[in-house]
T-cell receptor, first 116, second 110 residues
């Protein structure tokens, strides 16, 4: 079946604009994760959704970042009033899991965000 | 707080050589450990997942071992090929769903 898909693959925006990044997980996967990979940095956890439970937002760096997952499937990560330090690759992953992080995670190709 | 370290940060080997990548983690109470591959400008590809009850997992030329008590995992690549050139990342569940190392950048020279 299809893997995790993300759109757009690349996004260039001006400082101060809002952006929306989309993730379509593997069908049937109940857990969805967002990570950020900045140049020269490791992968940083942002937010985790599991079924209908309240999301784990502990990794979001500021209140400019938010995410939602509609119908237990597609997720949108929104960054408001983008800053240059938001420039990074945003990666989405999904898994079959009951406990956070315990299932094998499958990643999408990422969205490369550049804030000018 | 779980921390994951990978050494070396970069490795260059001639084609055909066998090699070992190292991963260490500070909290041995892990549920599993996952190895990934990342090609430049791409997402992560899952290579192997080892459950905490397992000692090793094999997939083709790849063999991953896990020693929970010492907080270590190794990824063994046999008969390396230029197509194996990529960054290899290990990750474990921790205070966040996955805690990643910074990766080992592997170059296999033809």
């Amino acid at each position: 079946g299809a893997g995790v898909s993300q759109s757009p693959s690349n996004k260039v925006t001006e400082k101060g604009k809002d952006v929306e990044l989309r993730c379509d997980p593997i069908s049937g996967h109940t857990a969805l994760y967002w990570y950020r990979q900045s140049l020269g940095q490791g992968l940083e956890f942002l937010i985790y959704f599991q079924g209908n439970s309240a999301p784990d937002k502990s990794g979001l760096p500021s209140d400019r970042f938010s995410a939602e997952r509609t119908g237990g499937s597609v997720s949108t990560l929104t960054i408001q009033r983008t800053q240059q330090e938001d420039s990074a690759v945003y990666l989405c992953a999904s898994s079959l899991v009951r406990l956070a992080g315990t299932g094998e995670q499958f990643f999408g190709p990422g969205t490369r965000l550049t804030v000018l | 707080k779980q921390e994951v370290t990978q050494i070396p940060a970069a490795l260059s080997v001639p084609e055909g050589e066998n090699l070992v990548l190292n991963c260490s983690f500070t909290d041995s109470a892990i549920y599993n450990l996952q190895w990934f591959r990342q090609d430049p400008g791409k997402g992560l590809t899952s290579l192997l997942l080892i459950q905490s009850s397992q000692r090793e997992q094999t997939s083709g030329r790849l063999n991953a071992s896990l020693d929970k008590s010492s907080g270590r995992s190794t990824l063994y690549i046999a008969a390396s090929q230029p197509g194996d050139s990529a960054t290899y990342l290990c990750a474990v569940p921790g205070n966040t769903p996955l805690v990643f190392g910074k990766g080992t950048r592997l170059s296999v020279i033809a």
